[in-house]
């Protein structure tokens, strides 16, 4: 019989992929994890594998459009200071490289340089470098080297996206409103404010149209949802694909006459292809899945998509895009442990209600065997963000050892139009945690056993964890908090420069709402935290430092409260390596064990 730690284990040594690019040749650029973390692999036409990197942390990367040559974006120790070089694949290594096997393109490790698209000729990449706050946009030649900023704007730069005739470039920002951001056009006449930088509304760049006089957006511009949208260079909007009840996410081909339109439903997507006017190509031939990655073939002909449902931790398949034909490349099941793989739950959709009359969407993965009716409440990160029903390492293990674990998207979760992901900005934030209280009390109506319920979250999530502990103290016997937030005000005080005032629109702003912050913050409640804490934390994380996790520690020392700190020399903002997995989440599972299955007196 496999032990529930054994067993966490087999689950946690599932190999992932993830599709990354395509070339003209049909190779498929990915990531795969076999070597502990995220490396880069060569997918042949007839499916030969060709490993290509092995360096000491996770990286991305892209084709050069007409070469063979791929672009690596790669940091150092999760730190997120990425580092961008060129890897060449006129001879395919024999062995997988390190950084000594890369040529350097950009630099420079005390800054953030971060890859956002790849031409024929240049790479464009924002970097923090000039004040160590701003996003610059830089495209770099990659003959000369030359570099000339096309963006210096100010703000947090998300994407960028490059006309066909390489003379505009649309960058994509965070505005300072909640959930929301913003567009600017560069081109040789100078900046265009293309969307309105206070409108609190949500844009995505999904491409350029084929003659670069417009683009294409997935945005809930004036409407509550996601629609497909037609932006022109003079202001004009027109709606090309919507549906009143979900959002839709777009990528438009190369060629910018034919896009993905993905259909979101309750955490998975159902995929199709549209022209470029909005109108039905072909549905694609697969079950609703998380579509990790759409990647387009540089003819338009087909793209790749990372598919990823509860139980494939991520297969790679191609689809022809007049017929959305499906050709699997690779079956991430394979690497699924073949004693495991039959065992796998599929969560079921709830509706909970709360108090206040909303309801909040939940996934439930209930346990095969939990005579003692025990239950973990596993919140999102984010928080403008949601809870897909993805391959989740976690979940399963947790439900294969007798656990009923609930997946909430609570209040401020995206994924559900705009009203639901705005119900936390500011001084609302209090009441997603109330949503947690909502929760434990609807566990009875589905036969399980408050007393004997945890919470579990990493990034938000992990504040989430804190803030139910702390506020809710009658309510959860237990915690696991991965690098979570134990005070918003020094969370803020303290997370990188350039990640401040992003982080200020969603929780408040230190110099103007201090007095909520302080209320809004666990560590404000110390003296009513009695459940034990089990806390991960990386040293090198640039968004939740590590001493949000040591203060939360030094304090339930002080007042005896059970706390395991795990700090890992080599991680950022969560666990990238799979041998940190290894030691830290079995460890965390029989801390629950020990704290939810023990006999009661």
Known sequence: ?????????????TRTWTALDVDVEGRVLA?????????????????????????????????VPGRRAVVVQHDQGGDENYQISLLDLIEPPASPLGLDGLTPLVHDEAHMNALLDVTESSIVYSTNRRNGVDMDVVVRDLTSGEERVVYDGGGYVATTDVSHDEKSVAVTMFSLQPSSTSIVVVDGTGRHDVTDADEHADHHVAGWTADDGALVLTSDHEREFHAVLRLGRDGAWRTLVADDGHDLGARLSPDGRLMVVAVHLDGLDRLAVHDVDGARVAAVDLDPVVPMSVVWAPDSSAFAVTTVTPTDPGSIVRVEATTGAVTVLVDGRDGIPADVRGRLVTPTVHRIPTPDGEAVPCFRYAAPDNPRGASVVHIHGGPEAEAA?????????????????????????????????????????????????????WLPSVGLDPAR?????????????????????????????????????????NTSEYRRAVREREYGSLTDDRDFLLRASPITYLDDIAAPLFVIHGANDPRVPLSEAEQIKAALDGKGVPCELRVYADEGHGLAKRANRLDAYPAALQFLEEHLLADRP
């Open 1 to 13: 019989m496999t032990s529930s730690s054994d067993l966490f284990r087999l689950l946690l040594d």
């Open 31 to 63: 990531g795969h994890d076999d070597l502990g973390s995220q490396q880069l692999v060569e997918i042949a036409g007839d499916g030969a594998r060709t490993p290509l990197t092995d360096l000491a942390s996770r990286c991305t990367g892209r084709y």
């Open 389 to 441: 029903r993805g391959f989740a390492p976690t979940l399963q293990a947790l439900a294969l050892a007798g656990f009923d674990v609930l997946v909430p998207n609570i209040r401020g979760s995206a994924g559900y139009g705009k009203r639901w992901v705005s119900l936390d900005d500011g001084d609302l934030r209090l009441h997603s945690v109330a949503d947690l209280a909502a929760i434990h009390a």
């Open 453 to 493: 319920s945890a919470l579990w979250g990493g990034s938000y999530g992990g504040y989430m964890v804190l803030a139910g502990v702390a506020m809710q103290p009658e309510l959860w016997a237990a915690g696991v908090d991965i690098v979570g937030m134990s005070s918003l005000v020094t969370f803020l005080e």
